[in-house]
């Protein structure tokens, strides 16, 4: 790995993986921090609570969009500045928000939240695609992965205690100040990693062209479907949880902080699993794998619901074979979209991203919507999401082992 034209050691390559991770991270820190804040913020506000949802689902959107302007774009002009723009941006969005008088300037400000960190998430991705190859890159992006996994399960026990001791502005002061060591730090440390050369297409081509040639690669497609799918999953027990612990099971705030941070152990575990089984296998086989325990965990939660009260130790057990699955596959499948667009990686990482943000999206929607009890509508976003992930993988894999055996 090269950065700045000159060639870094294994110690120095850890340290820029830990910062991309941070990178991938801020995202995903500044939407579940404020979950706990929202009976303050409500107060405070003089908003309904039903109504401050809103911030997650505009931040969302705002988010996935974002994503498809800021890949091609660092395609064309280099990945630093976007990176750092977007940070500053990042940075005066969780101020405004700090200082919010109503719901309205509270809303503006997580738009412009979501418009800055949207570059810093998938540029990181993007970044490890200039850096990395082959194994190396899988390793990054399972590091990332758990980075990313981590954020939403220790936010919100983070900032349940940062509501209490200094009051919920607390929590977007915090995730500005982490915007801004993050931006510094990758400012003096890895900068530019792609410079567009002469004679790439990418340039002439624009944005538009640039999704068209990545989008329509089945190659593309399939890990990037799976992604999005087990990355609903992963969504979807986040916005259903809370209901589910709180509402079914008894568990205080508190409680549910301590739950999501334990959960982010088992996640830590199929990250560090999850290279090692490549070197023994694939990473195509080890993403398959992933799928069907992912699947199990899905089903084993609608018959838990089903068959029995509402027991915690079977959401439990059902949840951690569901994150065991998603740790091994999802960073899998986000390598393997990636590997093949070296020229395009920006762009690649842009639609891969805005793919699994609109399956974030679509899950917590169902799980809304679904008329069946938030344990049932869980595990069946996430059982047959995965089900739909696996097809596309498996799909994705035949037809080009078939065009590899065409004889020409």
Same mark, same amino acid.
């Given at each position: 790995?090269?950065?700045?034209? *000159? *060639?870094?050691?294994? *110690?120095?390559? *850890?340290?820029?993986?830990?910062?991309?991770?941070?990178?991938?991270? !801020? $995202?995903?820190?500044?939407t579940n921090i404020i979950l706990p804040s929202f009976p303050s913020i409500s107060a405070d506000l003089n908003v309904p609570s039903i109504r401050l949802s809103l911030t997650l689902s505009v931040f969302f959107l705002v988010f996935a969009g974002g994503q498809l302007l800021v890949g091609p774009l660092s395609d064309r002009i280099g990945r630093s500045i976007p990176v750092v723009v977007g940070l500053v941006v990042f940075v005066i969005g969780s101020l405004i928000c700090s200082m919010a008088q109503d719901f309205n300037m509270l809303l503006a400000g997580r738009v412009v939240q979501a418009i800055g960190v949207c570059a810093a998430s998938v540029l990181s991705r993007a970044i490890a695609r200039d850096l990395f190859e082959g194994p190396s890159l899988m390793r990054a992006m399972s590091f990332m992965m758990i980075a990313s996994a981590a954020a939403p399960g220790f936010s919100p !026990?983070?900032?349940?205690?940062?509501?209490?001791?200094?009051?919920?502005?607390?929590?977007?002061?915090?995730?500005?100040?982490? $915007?801004?060591?993050?931006?510094?730090?990758?400012?003096?440390?890895?900068?530019?990693?792609?410079?567009?050369?002469?004679?790439?297409s990418t340039p002439k081509q624009g944005?538009?062209?640039?999704?068209?040639?990545?989008?329509?690669?089945?190659?593309?497609?399939?890990?990037? !479907?799976?992604?999005?799918?087990?990355?609903?999953?992963?969504?979807?027990?986040?916005s259903a949880a809370p209901s589910i612990l709180l509402g079914q099971m008894g568990l205080?705030? !508190?409680?549910?902080?301590?739950?999501?941070?334990?959960?982010?152990?088992i996640v830590f575990a199929a990250g560090a699993v999850a290279p090692r089984l490549v070197k023994q296998s694939s990473s195509t086989s080890v993403s398959?794998?992933?799928?069907?325990?992912?699947?199990? $965990?899905?089903?084993?939660?609608?018959?838990? &619901?089903l068959l029995s009260d509402e027991s915690l130790i079977y959401f439990t057990l059902a949840t951690a074979v569901f994150l065991f699955g998603m740790g091994l596959s999802l960073p899998l499948c986000t390598a393997q979209a990636l590997i093949p667009f070296a020229h395009l990686a920006g762009a690649?990482?842009?639609?891969?991203?805005?793919?699994?943000?609109?399956?974030?999206?679509?899950?917590? $929607?169902?799980?809304?919507?679904?008329?069946?009890?938030?344990?049932?509508?869980?595990?069946?976003?996430? &059982?047959?999401?995965?089900?739909?992930?696996l097809i596309a993988l498996l799909f994705s894999l035949s037809s080009t082992n078939k065009k590899q055996t065409v004889p020409s």
């Amino acid at each position: 790995m090269n950065v700045h034209g *000159k *060639k870094v050691d294994l *110690k120095q390559q *850890k340290r820029v993986v830990y910062l991309l991770a941070g990178l991938a991270a !801020l $995202g995903t820190l500044s939407t579940n921090i404020i979950l706990p804040s929202f009976p303050s913020i409500s107060a405070d506000l003089n908003v309904p609570s039903i109504r401050l949802s809103l911030t997650l689902s505009v931040f969302f959107l705002v988010f996935a969009g974002g994503q498809l302007l800021v890949g091609p774009l660092s395609d064309r002009i280099g990945r630093s500045i976007p990176v750092v723009v977007g940070l500053v941006v990042f940075v005066i969005g969780s101020l405004i928000c700090s200082m919010a008088q109503d719901f309205n300037m509270l809303l503006a400000g997580r738009v412009v939240q979501a418009i800055g960190v949207c570059a810093a998430s998938v540029l990181s991705r993007a970044i490890a695609r200039d850096l990395f190859e082959g194994p190396s890159l899988m390793r990054a992006m399972s590091f990332m992965m758990i980075a990313s996994a981590a954020a939403p399960g220790f936010s919100p !026990l983070f900032g349940a205690m940062l509501e209490r001791t200094l009051g919920w502005p607390a929590t977007f002061i915090f995730t500005a100040v982490c $915007g801004a060591v993050i931006g510094g730090i990758y400012l003096f440390t890895i900068g530019e990693t792609h410079v567009p050369q002469v004679g790439v297409s990418t340039p002439k081509q624009g944005a538009f062209l640039s999704y068209v040639s990545v989008g329509t690669s089945k190659i593309f497609l399939g890990p990037t !479907l799976a992604s999005a799918f087990i990355m609903g999953g992963l969504f979807g027990f986040f916005s259903a949880a809370p209901s589910i612990l709180l509402g079914q099971m008894g568990l205080s705030t !508190l409680g549910i902080g301590w739950f999501f941070a334990a959960t982010v152990f088992i996640v830590f575990a199929a990250g560090a699993v999850a290279p090692r089984l490549v070197k023994q296998s694939s990473s195509t086989s080890v993403s398959v794998v992933g799928l069907i325990i992912a699947i199990l $965990g899905g089903s084993g939660l609608i018959l838990s &619901a089903l068959l029995s009260d509402e027991s915690l130790i079977y959401f439990t057990l059902a949840t951690a074979v569901f994150l065991f699955g998603m740790g091994l596959s999802l960073p899998l499948c986000t390598a393997q979209a990636l590997i093949p667009f070296a020229h395009l990686a920006g762009a690649a990482s842009s639609l891969l991203g805005f793919f699994q943000m609109m399956g974030a999206a679509i899950a917590t $929607g169902l799980i809304a919507i679904l008329s069946t009890t938030p344990s049932v509508s869980l595990g069946l976003v996430q &059982a047959v999401g995965c089900l739909l992930g696996l097809i596309a993988l498996l799909f994705s894999l035949s037809s080009t082992n078939k065009k590899q055996t065409v004889p020409s």
